[in-house]
């Protein structure tokens, strides 16, 4: 069995799509030129290439005071009694903006960099067992058009690490955290659209 997450990409300079077009243009050529040198699928390689970028990010973040206070501008940290916490926001609709979501609790930083931490592991030692697709619903390119390419991820369930990975992923819906690699994440809802299931099925098994 295998659950599904999909992500929204921000092609904005800030986000990963350049980063990821260029690790894959990098994969494809040594498929093409020397495939023995090739230990893994593209999937798992552009999910490791997030989850270092991720985590990298969320370290440098903390590591001056004019970061964390733009961070509490955008509504994406508060600091409690010592512990910064990263919160969630929601989309409104009326208002045509993001906006906080109270109904939510926020992850504490240590916390978040544990998880993610967990989830690099898990997905460096089993790889293709957990993730079953990563790809985007249309091409990159070099220079993508400002807005948003979204991205299908399909999470193995057989082992309890993909389980911890699902439900850690799952967990940060909404969370701001995931905004500084211009990311954000909905879980798959119980009846998946014809319009995702047919693109699910066209991406296969990338």
Not at 22 to 39: H, M, N, S
Not at 44 to 73: F, G, N, S, Y
Not at 148 to 154: A, D, Q, Y
Request: glycine share 4%.
């Amino acid at each position: 069995t295998e659950k599904q997450l999909f992500l929204n990409a921000d092609t904005k300079p800030h986000g990963m799509t350049k980063i990821m077009y260029q690790i894959a243009v990098q994969w494809k050529k040594t498929r093409e030129e020397d495939p023995g040198k090739l230990t893994q699928s593209l999937r798992v390689t552009l999910m490791q290439c997030l989850m270092l970028e991720w985590h990298k990010r969320l370290e440098e973040m903390m590591k001056t005071a004019e970061t964390k206070e733009a961070m509490k501008k955008w509504g994406y940290i508060l600091e409690e009694e010592g512990e910064t916490l990263w919160l969630y926001q929601k989309w409104n609709p009326d208002q045509q903006k993001m906006e906080s979501d109270p109904t939510k609790t926020p992850v504490k930083h240590h916390e978040l960099l544990q998880m993610v931490t967990e989830m690099k592991q898990a997905i460096h030692d089993h790889r293709e067992t957990i993730i079953h697709k990563f790809a985007s619903t249309r091409p990159m390119t070099e220079n993508m058009q400002p807005g948003v390419l979204p991205f299908i991820l399909s999470i193995g369930m057989r082992l309890p690490e993909a389980a911890m990975v699902y439900n850690h992923l799952a967990r940060l819906e909404g969370s701001t955290a995931l905004m500084i690699v211009g990311m954000q994440l909905r879980k798959e809802r119980l009846k998946r659209q014809p319009l995702a299931q047919e693109i699910s099925k066209a991406l296969g098994n990338r």
